[in-house]
């Protein structure tokens, strides 16, 4: 549970009983519960909210597709394996795209930001 300054719990979590660390729901005060399903991996599959949007996770080897239940679509593209994989590109639902790199020298990622047919550099640490 947390809880802001003043001690009145602001969020709370719900945990697999067969999985430990698992987080099968989580809930803000005063908000519905939004529950997590997993695959055999234990990557989420679905983040199902009753009050909203509602996501599915489909995973391939080099990127992940996000579903919400208005049928609009993410894409994920990934490098790297295992636990060191990294986003290196976003495609929007509305059909834009950001692109990551990373800078391995200097330890800190780049990111690309097209607009209007600019493209811009942040350095992010």
């Given at each position: 549970m947390v809880y802001d300054r003043s001690g009145k719990q602001v969020r709370?979590?719900?945990?697999?009983?067969?999985?430990?660390?698992?987080?099968v729901a989580h809930r803000h005060?005063?908000?519905?519960?939004?529950?997590?399903?997993?695959d055999s991996d234990g990557r989420v599959t679905e983040q199902l909210n009753p009050?909203?949007?509602?996501?599915?996770?489909?995973?391939?080897?080099d990127h992940i597709t996000i579903t919400d239940s208005l049928?609009?679509?993410?894409?994920?593209?990934?490098?790297?394996?295992a636990g060191l994989?990294?986003?290196v590109k976003k495609e929007h639902a509305d059909g834009s795209v950001t692109q990551s790199q990373f800078d391995a020298v200097a330890g800190s990622g780049h990111r690309r930001m097209p607009q209007a047919g600019q493209q811009n550099t942040a350095r992010m640490w």
């Open positions: 709370s979590f719900t945990y697999d009983d067969k999985y430990r660390g698992r987080m005060t005063g908000r519905p519960e939004i529950r997590y399903r997993y009050a909203g949007l509602s996501y599915t996770y489909q995973y391939e080897k049928d609009r679509r993410e894409v994920l593209h990934t490098q790297g394996e994989k990294r986003v």
